[in-house]
């Protein structure tokens, strides 16, 4: 008898198959269209913990120093994300700086939260609470709308352009946001969901 908990669903084609315990490093595709259905990346919660933890950490320098600084002509000025969102709504963009706070501030922030207390409730002895599935599924639906990473190449890309008119000064919020973006696509790559569920439901 097949258990349920061994049960994956193709999110390409729906298909459903039974997918045996797997060995880290493992792969299994689906027979039928061809796509991912689930890869064992790796089985430390420690590591993805400490990992979500650092990007909260970069998160809150990120948004609590100096972005970029402009001088020329003896005169200089410098910015914070959260002034740049602020300067949207005040030059009557209000939809665009809505949209900036929400898809480079707020999810982000919120999503590693929810990352964070999920891996701890999957650390913890037995089974956890069904507010813990809940939450990591919250998380998992914010993924796709975290954009800080495409924030940072407009920002690469604003720099190119503007450079040639002022002097143009990073601060820590943007080596913050740079060490963000790498920490944040180490966790996308080591973190199996697997191994995460398989905590939950306390079976580590």
Known sequence: MVELDQLRACLACDA????????????????????VIE???????????AAN???????L????????????????????????INVLWLSDMVFLSIAC?????LIPVVRVVLLVIVLIGAQMRGRASRSFATTYRLARALEPWAM???????????LVKVGSLADIGVGP????????????????????????WAGLRGRL
């Open 173 to 196: 919020s943007f080596w913050a946001l740079c060490a963000l973006v790498l920490t944040l696509g180490f966790v996308q790559a080591t973190q199996s969901s697997h191994t995460t």
């Open 16 to 35: 459903l198959w039974r997918i045996p315990p797997q060995e880290e490093g493992d792969r299994h595709v689906c027979k039928r269209c061809g796509s």
């Open 39 to 49: 890869e064992r990346k790796g089985e430390s919660l420690d590591g993805a913990l």
């Open 148 to 158: 800080a990473e495409i924030f940072l190449v407009g920002v690469i890309v604003s």
């Open 101 to 105: 706070g929400f898809l480079i501030l």
């Open 61 to 84: 320098v990120a948004v609590s120093f100096p972005f970029l600084s402009v001088s020329r002509s003896g005169l200089e000025n410098k910015i914070s994300v959260i002034d740049a």
């Open 53 to 59: 933890i650092a990007a909260a950490i970069l998160t």
